[in-house]
């Protein structure tokens, strides 16, 4: 008979257990309810990586000061998104609301089983599901129209406010971003230093350049696919490259999904433009 065990555990230890779970919680919650404000400072911090090379450079040759180098940085890289605005803006927005004008007319194609997405009226029949919809649950439960519009003004506050919140905290790290660092080194024993300035040296040039990189590349990849989709006929080329340039930031899943949605709308179009821009998105993965 094999004898019993008891397995003692001293109250300091379920308190030292329970203060841990607690404390874990805790911060889990308090990172969750301030996830935007960390994700602002994780973009300005990203920012600040990409911009401080043309800080140092300016520094270098002849705006000594820091605070010159980073207004003149960050002033040229204001007027370069402007540019950018000035020269694309006006026809995304000319395209987005022509976009809005022919929805119509795909509706109209598809409750008629016209077009290329007629196949969701003759096999799926769309229209009268939707009609089911309606009837059991409203146009509130089938569109989600519940608080739609008191959501779609928070995001547009939550856009601006975060927005100008990451250009202030992106220029003030620029511009003391430095000292911070060299007060963090100052609390570290002198003989440890220098080790870890070698090591915050690597992460910086490693960061920095990932940073500068997946920026380039993000425009490299829209522009592309913009001169591609021109060239095809494709509508809302402009547009649509924008939307390759934002998710091709996204790490991993971003150009995978910038394809399917490319491709898909491609495909409208005609089935010569979806093979051409899948063969592009293949091979520009390859590449880029």
């Known amino acids: 008979m094999i ?10 230890t379920v308190l030292s257990l329970v203060a841990t779970i607690i404390a874990v919680a805790v911060t889990l919650e308090v990172i969750w309810i301030a996830r935007h404000v960390l994700t602002w400072i994780l973009i300005a911090l990203f920012l600040a990586l990409a911009l401080n090379p043309a800080v140092d450079w300016f520094q270098r040759h002849g705006l000594k000061r820091r605070g010159a180098a980073a207004a003149t940085t960050f002033l040229l890289a204001l007027a370069f998104l402007s540019l950018i605005g000035f020269l694309f803006i006006p026809t995304l927005v000319n395209q987005v609301n022509d976009f809005v ?50 959501s779609v003004a928070k995001g547009v506050i939550t856009i601006v406010v975060g ?23 100052g609390l570290m024993p002198p003989r440890s230093q220098e080790r870890w300035r070698k090591v915050g040296y690597e992460i910086y040039r490693t960061v920095g350049g990932y940073v500068t990189g997946n920026l380039l590349i993000s425009l490299i990849a829209g522009t592309l696919t913009t001169v591609v989709l021109l060239a095809l006929g494709v509508p809302f080329a402009v547009a649509l490259g924008v939307i390759v340039a934002i998710l091709d930031l996204i790490p991993l899943a971003g150009a995978t999904i910038a394809a399917i949605i490319i491709g898909t709308v491609a495909f409208l179009h005609s089935i010569t433009a979806g093979i051409v821009v899948v063969i ?9």
């Open 163 to 185: 927005t100008i919140t990451i250009a202030f905290m992106t220029f003030f790290m620029l511009l003391e971003g430095p000292a911070w660092v060299e007060r963090g080194y």
């Open 280 to 288: 592009f998105f293949i091979v520009a993965g390859a590449f880029i």
């Open 3 to 12: 004898p019993e065990r008891l397995v003692r555990f001293r109250l300091r």
């Open 101 to 150: 004008q022919k929805l119509p007319d795909y509706v109209q194609d598809i409750t008629h089983g016209r077009g290329r997405l007629g196949f969701l009226e003759t096999k799926y029949h769309l229209e009268e599901r939707i009609r089911d919809a309606i009837k059991q649950g409203g146009a509130t439960k089938v569109l989600g129209l519940s608080g739609a519009a008191i």
